[in-house]
Nanobody
Framework: QVQLVESGGGLVQAGDSLRLSCAASGRTSSNYAMAWFRQAPGKEREFVAAITSSGVNTYYLESVKGRFTISRDDRLSTVYLQMNSLKPEDTAVYYC???????????????WGQGTQVTVSS
């Protein structure tokens, strides 16, 4: 089992930056690929970004490429999502996820956090 706890959400203005954190505990989190998803009101949850267990490879939703950066610090068992140039359409609950597979983590991850709200005002 892996437990995931997100933090760092909040209310910001368009153009601002925000960094989300996801603290992992339980089984050795460094063995897991990690991802961020988001769900806006009235919409389905969507994949945002993922990083492999090695940290070498990253994957992004097309609309956040160049603005968001996923990273990990396995010494702290923490994954980050740096979000720059935020837009109102980025408003959503952001979820951290983990899976043993770099492929599954983008689609059906085994472990989920509870989510953190990000609201971007125009």
């Amino acid at each position: 089992q892996v437990q995931l706890v997100e933090s760092g959400g909040g209310l910001v203005q368009a153009g601002d930056s925000l960094r989300l954190s996801c603290a992992a505990s339980g089984r050795t989190s460094s063995n897991y690929a990690m991802a961020w998803f988001r769900q806006a009101p009235g919409k389905e949850r969507e994949f945002v970004a993922a990083i492999t267990s090695s940290g070498v490879n990253t994957y992004y939703l097309e609309s956040v490429k160049g603005r968001f950066t996923i990273s990990r610090d396995d010494r702290l068992s923490t994954v980050y999502l740096q979000m720059n140039s935020l837009k109102p359409e980025d408003t959503a609950v952001y979820y951290c996820a983990a899976d043993g597979s770099r492929y599954n983590v983008q689609y059906t991850p085994a472990y989920w956090g509870q989510g953190t709200q990000v609201t971007v005002s125009s």
